[in-house]
Nanobody
Framework: QVQLVESGGGLVQAGDSLRLSCAAS????????MGWFRQAPGKEREFVAT????????YYVESMKGRFTISRDNTKNTVYLQMNSLKPEATAVYYC??????????????????WGKGTLVTVSS
């Protein structure tokens, strides 16, 4: 079983940046596609970004391209989400995810095998 623990959330102002981290344990980290999803108040959880096991392939929700960067350090069993130029609409609980399928497929949350408990990001205007 894989356990995922997010960190790095907090309260920031619009235009600020944050880097979220997700520490994974259990399993062979490099074999898992990793990703981030978010859930805003009153809304469904949605895809944000995924990255392949070796870090070669990355996918982003279209609205965040150019401002969000997903990365991973397989020596630390950690995946990151660098969020720049944050807007109030980015306010949400951000969840780390892991899956045995491809990063492309895992854009669909139904293909996620493991979830973290989330970290809250609040962007004030």
């Amino acid at each position: 079983q894989v356990q995922l623990v997010e960190s790095g959330g907090g309260l920031v102002q619009a235009g600020d940046s944050l880097r979220l981290s997700c520490a994974a344990s259990g399993g062979t980290f490099s074999r898992y596609a990793m990703g981030w999803f978010r859930q805003a108040p009153g809304k469904e959880r949605e895809f944000v970004a995924t990255i392949s096991g070796g870090g070669t392939f990355r996918y982003y929700v279209e609205s965040m391209k150019g401002r969000f960067t997903i990365s991973r350090d397989n020596t630390k069993n950690t995946v990151y989400l660098q969020m720049n130029s944050l807007k109030p609409e980015a306010t949400a609980v951000y969840y780390c995810a892991a899956g045995t399928g491809s990063a492309q497929v895992m854009r669909d949350m139904k293909k996620v095998d493991y979830w973290g408990k989330g970290t809250l990001v609040t962007v004030s205007s």
